[in-house]
């Protein structure tokens, strides 16, 4: 029973991993582009079929570089994106205006991914370390879980580094306090915003490619992770990293345990955990 | 001249919904119906987004739940199905109320990705429970019989009488004292609140109508289909319909999504018998909406409305 | 050659022009202090100097050179610094980082060593956040943060607002170092003639146009005060 318990646990912790590492993407882009980016869950969809291709045409190549290979696709996809699209509607007054343009690429995307790579679920088999799991005191922790926990870690940590330590970092949270004078100080404001967008693309790729290993994907699937995002962001709160791995954490663990007992569910105990720590901040009044 | 205006809106509206509801084969019919539905949706965004200031992803939780509400409420009882098309909206409008209560909280594009976030769980809850349809869905059976009547020449009649009728409310609406607060409050919510508006209050009120008239919207086309699932109903293509229509037309103003609609439908069936795939389709009008969001942010309508207006020196509306 | 020419620049927001045809020069090594009413339009002026607001016409020159209009960073590159009314640093960012962030423009003499040795209460304080900091600290800050810039005009906007009168003496003292050291000022101060004091000249603002300027040594606090109210058409 503990040792079940356990199992769930960890399975729960590195789902959560993921979706804090989705989570983060979006945080990102509203805390310093100030855009809410909807097709945030297309590029999670876009990554996990880039790996899929990659896995295709070379079925030898290490996991290492299919990640390589599906985050430096979505960067170059977000930056672009942000460069010739969003950039123009972020001019608008109305904030409403980007959410709206990235709907719209949204909608773009899912269905050219859906033209060009048919509407199927497809997996991603990368061979052996599917299989392989470790035994510790009867339990049994699967590898890929290791990995992709480990991952999630190791991008939560990167992000910080580079948001605290560097140059980069430093000209990004002058922007995201003051974007008028750090545009005044000599700040390449749509620089910044162009890398941001790729970063962000960029962390929902890994995500999305090992998802994929989890389970299958379909070009539709973007648009449940892109609500996982959101929540792991609301619940998080913007700007906190540890806060949105945390919030992952409690949605991995939330999917993980109710699927256990109730099977065909999907995100159902998700949405309502959410929307459930929601009613309890508006009526603690601790929202708005 | 304005009331005059509206009589004869109304006049002509229900000669023209009678009368198209006779000449018209039931095919023609079913896609007319679905035009009217379109157009009662989109005005419902724009009433909500334009004129009201709040976006929501989320309108096809009230479209989906009119649909089934309808079907649950008919198929389990001996209340003629035809009442029930008038009840379903007022319970949708009620179960709106406590809703919008909590959403509120929420604020701009949360409150947009949260409405969704409602509409994703009430498709999971009909999705799950075989006594809400489950995956099957729910065969339209009133009071556990078949239909015996096609319905769609009265549901045409129907849905396009009452097309014409909300365009009427909203323009007698838009003019009253309350709909220009409605305004204020969209352009300036501060000063408006300053001014004694009660910006909840106002914002509850137009988030209600919103979801009655999508799940009059949803109940109108369930009958035409006889069929009702959750994949269906609650899927995003309907809220991403409403939403383009408006963005495309002209938020904000009552023609554009008329126009929005118009053009929605003829690009769609000129793609189809053209022989393009769905796909397809979605990444013009996706194309379409951000060229217009990013060129007349204020959609077609203004611009055609301004060039009229520079032209003739007349103000149309 | 003047340093800074502005030529006939008009500004307005929406329907309210707040800037209407204005123009004046400053030399090299030289400081302005500008002075008139709220609403004159001196916030403005700064504003489309350091490219913050695009001007409806007129044209801004830095040695004969046209500046890009409603680029600030074009204006930072050609040597424009703003202290903004308020500070306006950057809370996430320690002192030093917002030292750090205004290198971005320009190099020169104000390295961060300059920079503390100008303000040494800013190298004890360097690891800290500005909310941390004292009003005329923030002040001080700011001004740091404008000159790591390395501005050749370093625009000063209520430069003394809300500080102490003994703060105030201290930073007219640093900028009478930045004035030592070559770099052109434009000081704008609710107190007119604690600003003039420090300045070889003074121009007065009334409804968007300058409408009096003088020598500060012989400028006559009668004359400015009607310049300043409106009285001198």
Redesign the interface.
């Known amino acids: 029973m503990i040792q079940t318990t356990i199992e769930l646990l960890f399975q729960g912790i590195t789902l959560g991993g993921l979706y804090g590492v989705i989570g983060a993407g979006l945080a990102l882009t509203?805390g310093i582009l100030r855009v809410?980016n909807?097709s945030h869950g297309e590029m999670i969809t876009i990554g996990a079929f880039v790996a899929v291709g990659l896995v295709t045409v070379m079925p030898a190549l290490p996991i290492a570089l299919v990640l390589v290979g599906a985050f430096a696709a979505c960067a170059l996809i977000g930056g672009l994106l942000q460069a010739a699209?969003v950039e123009?509607?972020m001019a608008?007054r109305?904030?409403?205006?980007p959410?709206?343009?990235t709907?719209?690429?949204?909608?773009?995307l899912?269905?050219?991914l859906?033209?060009t790579a048919g509407a199927d679920l497809r997996g991603l088999d990368v061979g052996g370390i599917a299989q392989r799991s470790f035994q510790i005191g009867g339990m049994s922790f699967g590898a890929l879980p290791l990995v992709t926990l480990v991952l999630a870690v190791a991008v939560f940590v990167g992000l910080s580094l580079l948001i605290r330590r560097t140059?980069f970092g430093?000209?990004v949270?002058?922007l995201?306090?003051?974007p008028?004078?750090?545009?005044?100080?000599?700040?390449?404001?749509k620089h910044v915003y162009v890398k941001v967008a790729a970063l962000a693309a960029g962390f929902a790729a890994l995500a999305g490619v090992l998802l994929a290993m989890r389970a299958s994907v379909s070009p539709y699937s973007g648009?449940?992770y892109l609500?996982v995002a959101?929540?792991v962001v609301?619940l998080g709160g913007l700007g906190s990293t540890r806060g949105a791995f945390a919030a992952g954490v409690l949605l991995g663990v939330v999917q993980i345990v109710s699927s256990r007992f109730?099977s065909?569910?999907?995100?159902?105990y998700v949405?309502?955990t959410?929307?459930a720590i929601?009613?309890v901040?508006?009526i603690s009044g601790r929202?708005? | 001249m304005d009331r005059h205006m509206n009589l004869i809106l109304l006049a002509g509206g229900f000669a023209a919904a009678l009368a198209g509801a006779f000449v018209f084969e039931p095919g023609m019919l079913f896609l007319l119906t679905e035009v009217m539905v379109v157009l009662i949706l989109a005005q419902m965004w724009n009433l909500l987004a334009g004129f009201g200031g709040q976006v929501s992803l989320g309108q096809q939780a009230f479209f989906g739940l009119g649909g089934y509400l309808l079907f649950l409420g008919a198929n389990s009882t001996q209340i003629p199905l035809w009442v029930w098309l008038g009840v379903t909206p007022l319970i949708v409008g009620l179960l709106a109320v406590p809703l919008g209560l909590v959403v509120f909280h929420l604020k701009n594009a949360y409150f947009a990705v949260g409405m969704w976030v409602v509409a994703e769980i009430l498709a999971a809850v009909f999705m799950r429970f075989d006594f809400l349809g489950g995956s099957a869905g729910i065969v339209l059976r009133p009071g556990g019989a078949s239909m015996t009547m096609n319905p769609e020449r009265l549901v045409f009649f129907i849905a396009a009488f009452g097309f014409v009728a909300i365009i009427v409310a909203l323009r007698l609406f838009l003019k009253s004292t309350t709909g220009l607060a409605l305004l204020g409050m969209r352009d300036s919510p501060d000063a408006a609140s300053a001014c004694g508006v009660d910006v909840r209050r106002m914002h509850l009120m137009v988030f209600v109508i919103a979801a009655m008239g999508c799940a009059a919207g949803g109940s109108l086309y369930y009958i035409t289909t006889l069929y009702i699932s959750a994949a269906d109903a609650f899927q995003m293509n309907w809220l991403i319909v409403m939403m383009f229509v408006s963005i495309i037309g002209g938020l904000g103003t009552l023609t554009g999504p008329i126009i929005g609609t118009l053009l929605f439908i003829m690009i769609r069936e000129a793609m189809t018998s053209a022989g393009f795939s769905g796909g397809t389709y979605w990444i013009v009008m996706g194309a379409l909406a951000v060229v217009v969001l990013l060129l007349a942010p204020r959609g077609l309508w203004p611009l055609i409305r301004d060039f009229h207006f520079r032209k003739t020196g007349r103000v149309t509306r | 050659m003047k340093l800074l020419e502005i030529d006939n620049i008009a500004a307005s927001y929406g329907e309210l022009r707040a800037l209407d045809g204005l123009s004046f020069s400053i030399d090299d090594h030289e400081t302005l202090a500008l002075v008139g009413a709220n609403g004159a339009g001196k916030t403005t002026l700064l504003r489309v100097l350091c490219g913050l607001m695009t001007p409806t016409r007129g044209e801004i020159r830095i040695d004969g050179v046209a500046l890009a209009p409603g680029d600030p960073r074009a204006a930072a590159n050609a040597g424009l610094a703003l202290v903004p009314e308020g500070r306006l640093l950057f809370d996430s960012l320690s002192i030093e980082e917002n030292l750090l962030i205004g290198q971005s423009a320009r190099t020169g003499i104000w390295s961060l060593d300059a920079i503390y040795e100008l303000f040494p209460i800013l190298r004890d304080k360097r690891r800290l956040s500005p909310a941390a900091l004292s009003g005329g600290q923030q002040q001080m800050a700011a001004i740091g943060r404008a000159l790591a810039a390395n501005p050749r005009v370093l625009l000063c906007d209520e430069i003394s607002l809300g500080l102490s009168p003994l703060i105030t003496g201290e930073v007219y003292a640093a900028l009478e170092r930045v004035q030592a050291e070559g770099t052109a000022l434009v000081v704008v101060d609710q107190d007119v003639t604690r600003a003039a004091r420090i300045a070889d000249r003074v121009a007065c603002m009334f409804q968007g146009r300058v409408t009096f300027e003088a020598e500060a040594a012989t400028a006559n606090a009668a004359t400015l005060k009607d310049a300043y109210f409106g009285l001198t058409a």
């Not at chain 1, 109305?94 to 205006?97: A, G, K, L, W």
């Not at chain 1, 709907?103 to 773009?108: S, T």
């Open positions: 509203f809410v909807l699209f123009r509607a608008f109305d904030p409403m205006v959410m709206l343009v709907f719209g690429i949204a909608v773009i899912r269905n050219l859906v033209e140059a430093r000209e949270r002058a995201s306090d003051r008028e004078i750090a545009a005044l100080m000599g700040v390449r404001v648009v449940s609500l959101f929540e609301v109730d065909n569910a999907g995100l159902l949405h309502l959410f929307f929601l009613i901040r508006a929202l708005s």
